[in-house]
């Protein structure tokens, strides 16, 4: 059995996924209004290290860390500069004396899949592994990789009819390519995209199915579940 547990009486929501008894995941996430995981702006680079890191202002205290030698950055970094405007994610929150991390690979997750501007194709779950099932959610997502968006495609996708993942899909990717254009006309710093709640995000990424049970301390988490 899948056992969820929502711990959030820390100044962070803590949430593990246990699978017979042993400990997949673990997930925190901050309970202010500080940027969150998921969260995207466009913001502007204040500076440009040697080591090839950059300091991009998104409206916070302190500017996000932005690595720019991976080479999935390297696709949309290439002519970073001071003053340029950027839209990022947040990728890590910022922890005590850390500072959030931010990458330019933008991306919405659904339920059953992940749309990211990378152009690295199209991913599908390891843990799918009927061959014919695999190649079928390859054809689902090959419409929509296109122009530098990739799509992954969630374990979730294994029992799901087709027209709902596709759905998914065709939604988030007008969803993802919207925001991209916004900031293009939004002065920096700014907020683009609010990811969802801690409850929304428990269901959308970890509950799988009916036979999950959620294990959670504080009523009004659990009313929203």
Same mark, same amino acid.
């Given at each position: ?24 995941? !673990? ?30 202002? !998104? ?44 990458? /330019? ?25 009927? @061959? ?27 029992? /799901? ?19 991209? @254009?916004?900031?293009?006309? /939004? ?39």
């Amino acid at each position: 059995m899948r056992k969820i547990y929502i711990d959030c009486l820390s100044k962070y929501y803590r949430i593990a996924l246990l699978e017979d008894g042993k400990l997949q995941e !673990i997930v925190y996430t901050e309970k202010d209004e500080k940027a969150s995981v998921g969260d995207i702006f466009v913001g502007k680079i204040e500076k440009v290290l040697p080591s090839k890191i950059a300091f991009v202002n !998104i409206g916070e205290e302190y500017p996000v860390f932005l690595q720019l030698t991976d080479n999935k950055e390297k696709n949309n970094t290439f002519k970073a500069k001071p003053g340029q405007d950027i839209i990022v994610q947040i990728e890590k929150e910022a922890y005590n004396e850390k500072r959030a991390v931010a990458t /330019t690979c933008v991306s919405i997750s659904g339920k059953y899949s992940v749309v990211v501007f990378d152009n690295s194709g199209i991913g599908v779950s390891k843990k799918i592994t009927d @061959n014919d099932r695999r190649e079928a959610l390859r054809k689902i997502a090959e419409p929509y990789n296109v122009d530098g968006y990739s799509i992954i495609l969630r374990t979730n996708c294994e029992n /799901t009819p087709n027209d709902e993942i596709e759905e998914e899909i065709s939604v988030n990717l007008k969803k993802l390519k919207d925001i991209k @254009n916004k900031g293009v006309y /939004t002065k920096a710093p700014a907020l683009l995209y609010k990811d969802v709640s801690v409850e929304e995000k428990t269901l959308r990424d970890l509950y799988s199915s009916e036979e999950d049970l959620i294990i959670v301390n504080d009523r009004k988490v659990y009313d929203n579940i």
